[in-house]
């Protein structure tokens, strides 16, 4: 979420500065079990394109986002998965419940390629009580190589990333205290900051003492094809 919003605000015009205590992108990841040197949420995420986006508010806000990066991730893929990370896969999705009338017939609409299963199409061995199914096309992120990927894509961009900066607990109740911390990490000067956006995700349960941050979805389960 960092790099990506660094890079956005870059190409808009503006001098960005990105204070982290480890910048994404830097290291390896492979699969669950072994070391991440990146230490970080990201590197390990199951990254899945869907839509509608789950548990996300405001929902019709979430949906033009998720859109909107649809595009984005296409382009992506066309570029090319060794350099971006990202693939383009058949995804199937299975439930016990059918989608909101509203959403599936967006759905129709929206997805490539898109395909819904008859009752009498749904696996019975995966689970019992499934009533609805349906695939498409989406974007499939392998994140270490997309975090290089948006890593690299920042310093051609002259995005400045500043590492090593560890913000103390309640910091960011102090907004003096928190532009004072990061004016401190500039070299040879002091630049005003019109603009600071907090990227910190789930570290806000503890930076901003916050604990109703807590990970919506939990398990990821990694196979070979």
């Known amino acids: ?67 909107d990066s649809l595009d984005y991730f296409q382009a992506l893929a066309e570029r090319g998965s060794e350099e971006t990370g990202v693939h383009l896969r058949r995804t199937h999705v299975l439930s016990r419940q059918r989608e909101d009338p509203e959403d599936l017939e967006e759905m129709r609409t929206v997805l490539p390629h898109y395909h819904e299963y008859p009752p009498a199409d749904l696996p019975a061995h995966v689970g019992k009580h499934l009533t609805a199914g349906y695939a498409f096309e989406a974007p499939v992120v392998w994140m270490p190589k997309y975090l290089a990927y948006l890593r690299a894509s920042c310093r051609k961009a002259e995005v400045h990333l500043h590492q090593g900066v560890h913000l103390p607990p309640s910091i960011l109740r102090d907004g003096s205290g928190l532009l004072r911390l990061l004016r401190a990490w500039l070299p040879g000067g002091s630049p005003e900051f019109p603009l600071v956006i907090n990227c910190l995700g789930l570290a806000n349960r503890e930076i901003s003492q916050d604990a109703a941050m807590t990970p919506v979805r939990r398990q990821r389960l990694s196979g070979s094809e």
């Open 1 to 67: 979420m960092g790099l990506t919003t660094a890079l956005k605000l870059r190409e808009i015009g503006y001098e960005v500065h990105v204070f982290a205590k480890i910048v994404a992108g830097d290291g390896p990841c492979a699969l669950p079990g072994s070391v991440c040197s990146d230490d970080i949420v990201s590197s390990g995420a199951g990254a899945i394109w869907e839509y509608p986006p789950y548990k996300v508010e405001p929902a019709a806000a979430a949906k033009r986002w998720a859109l």
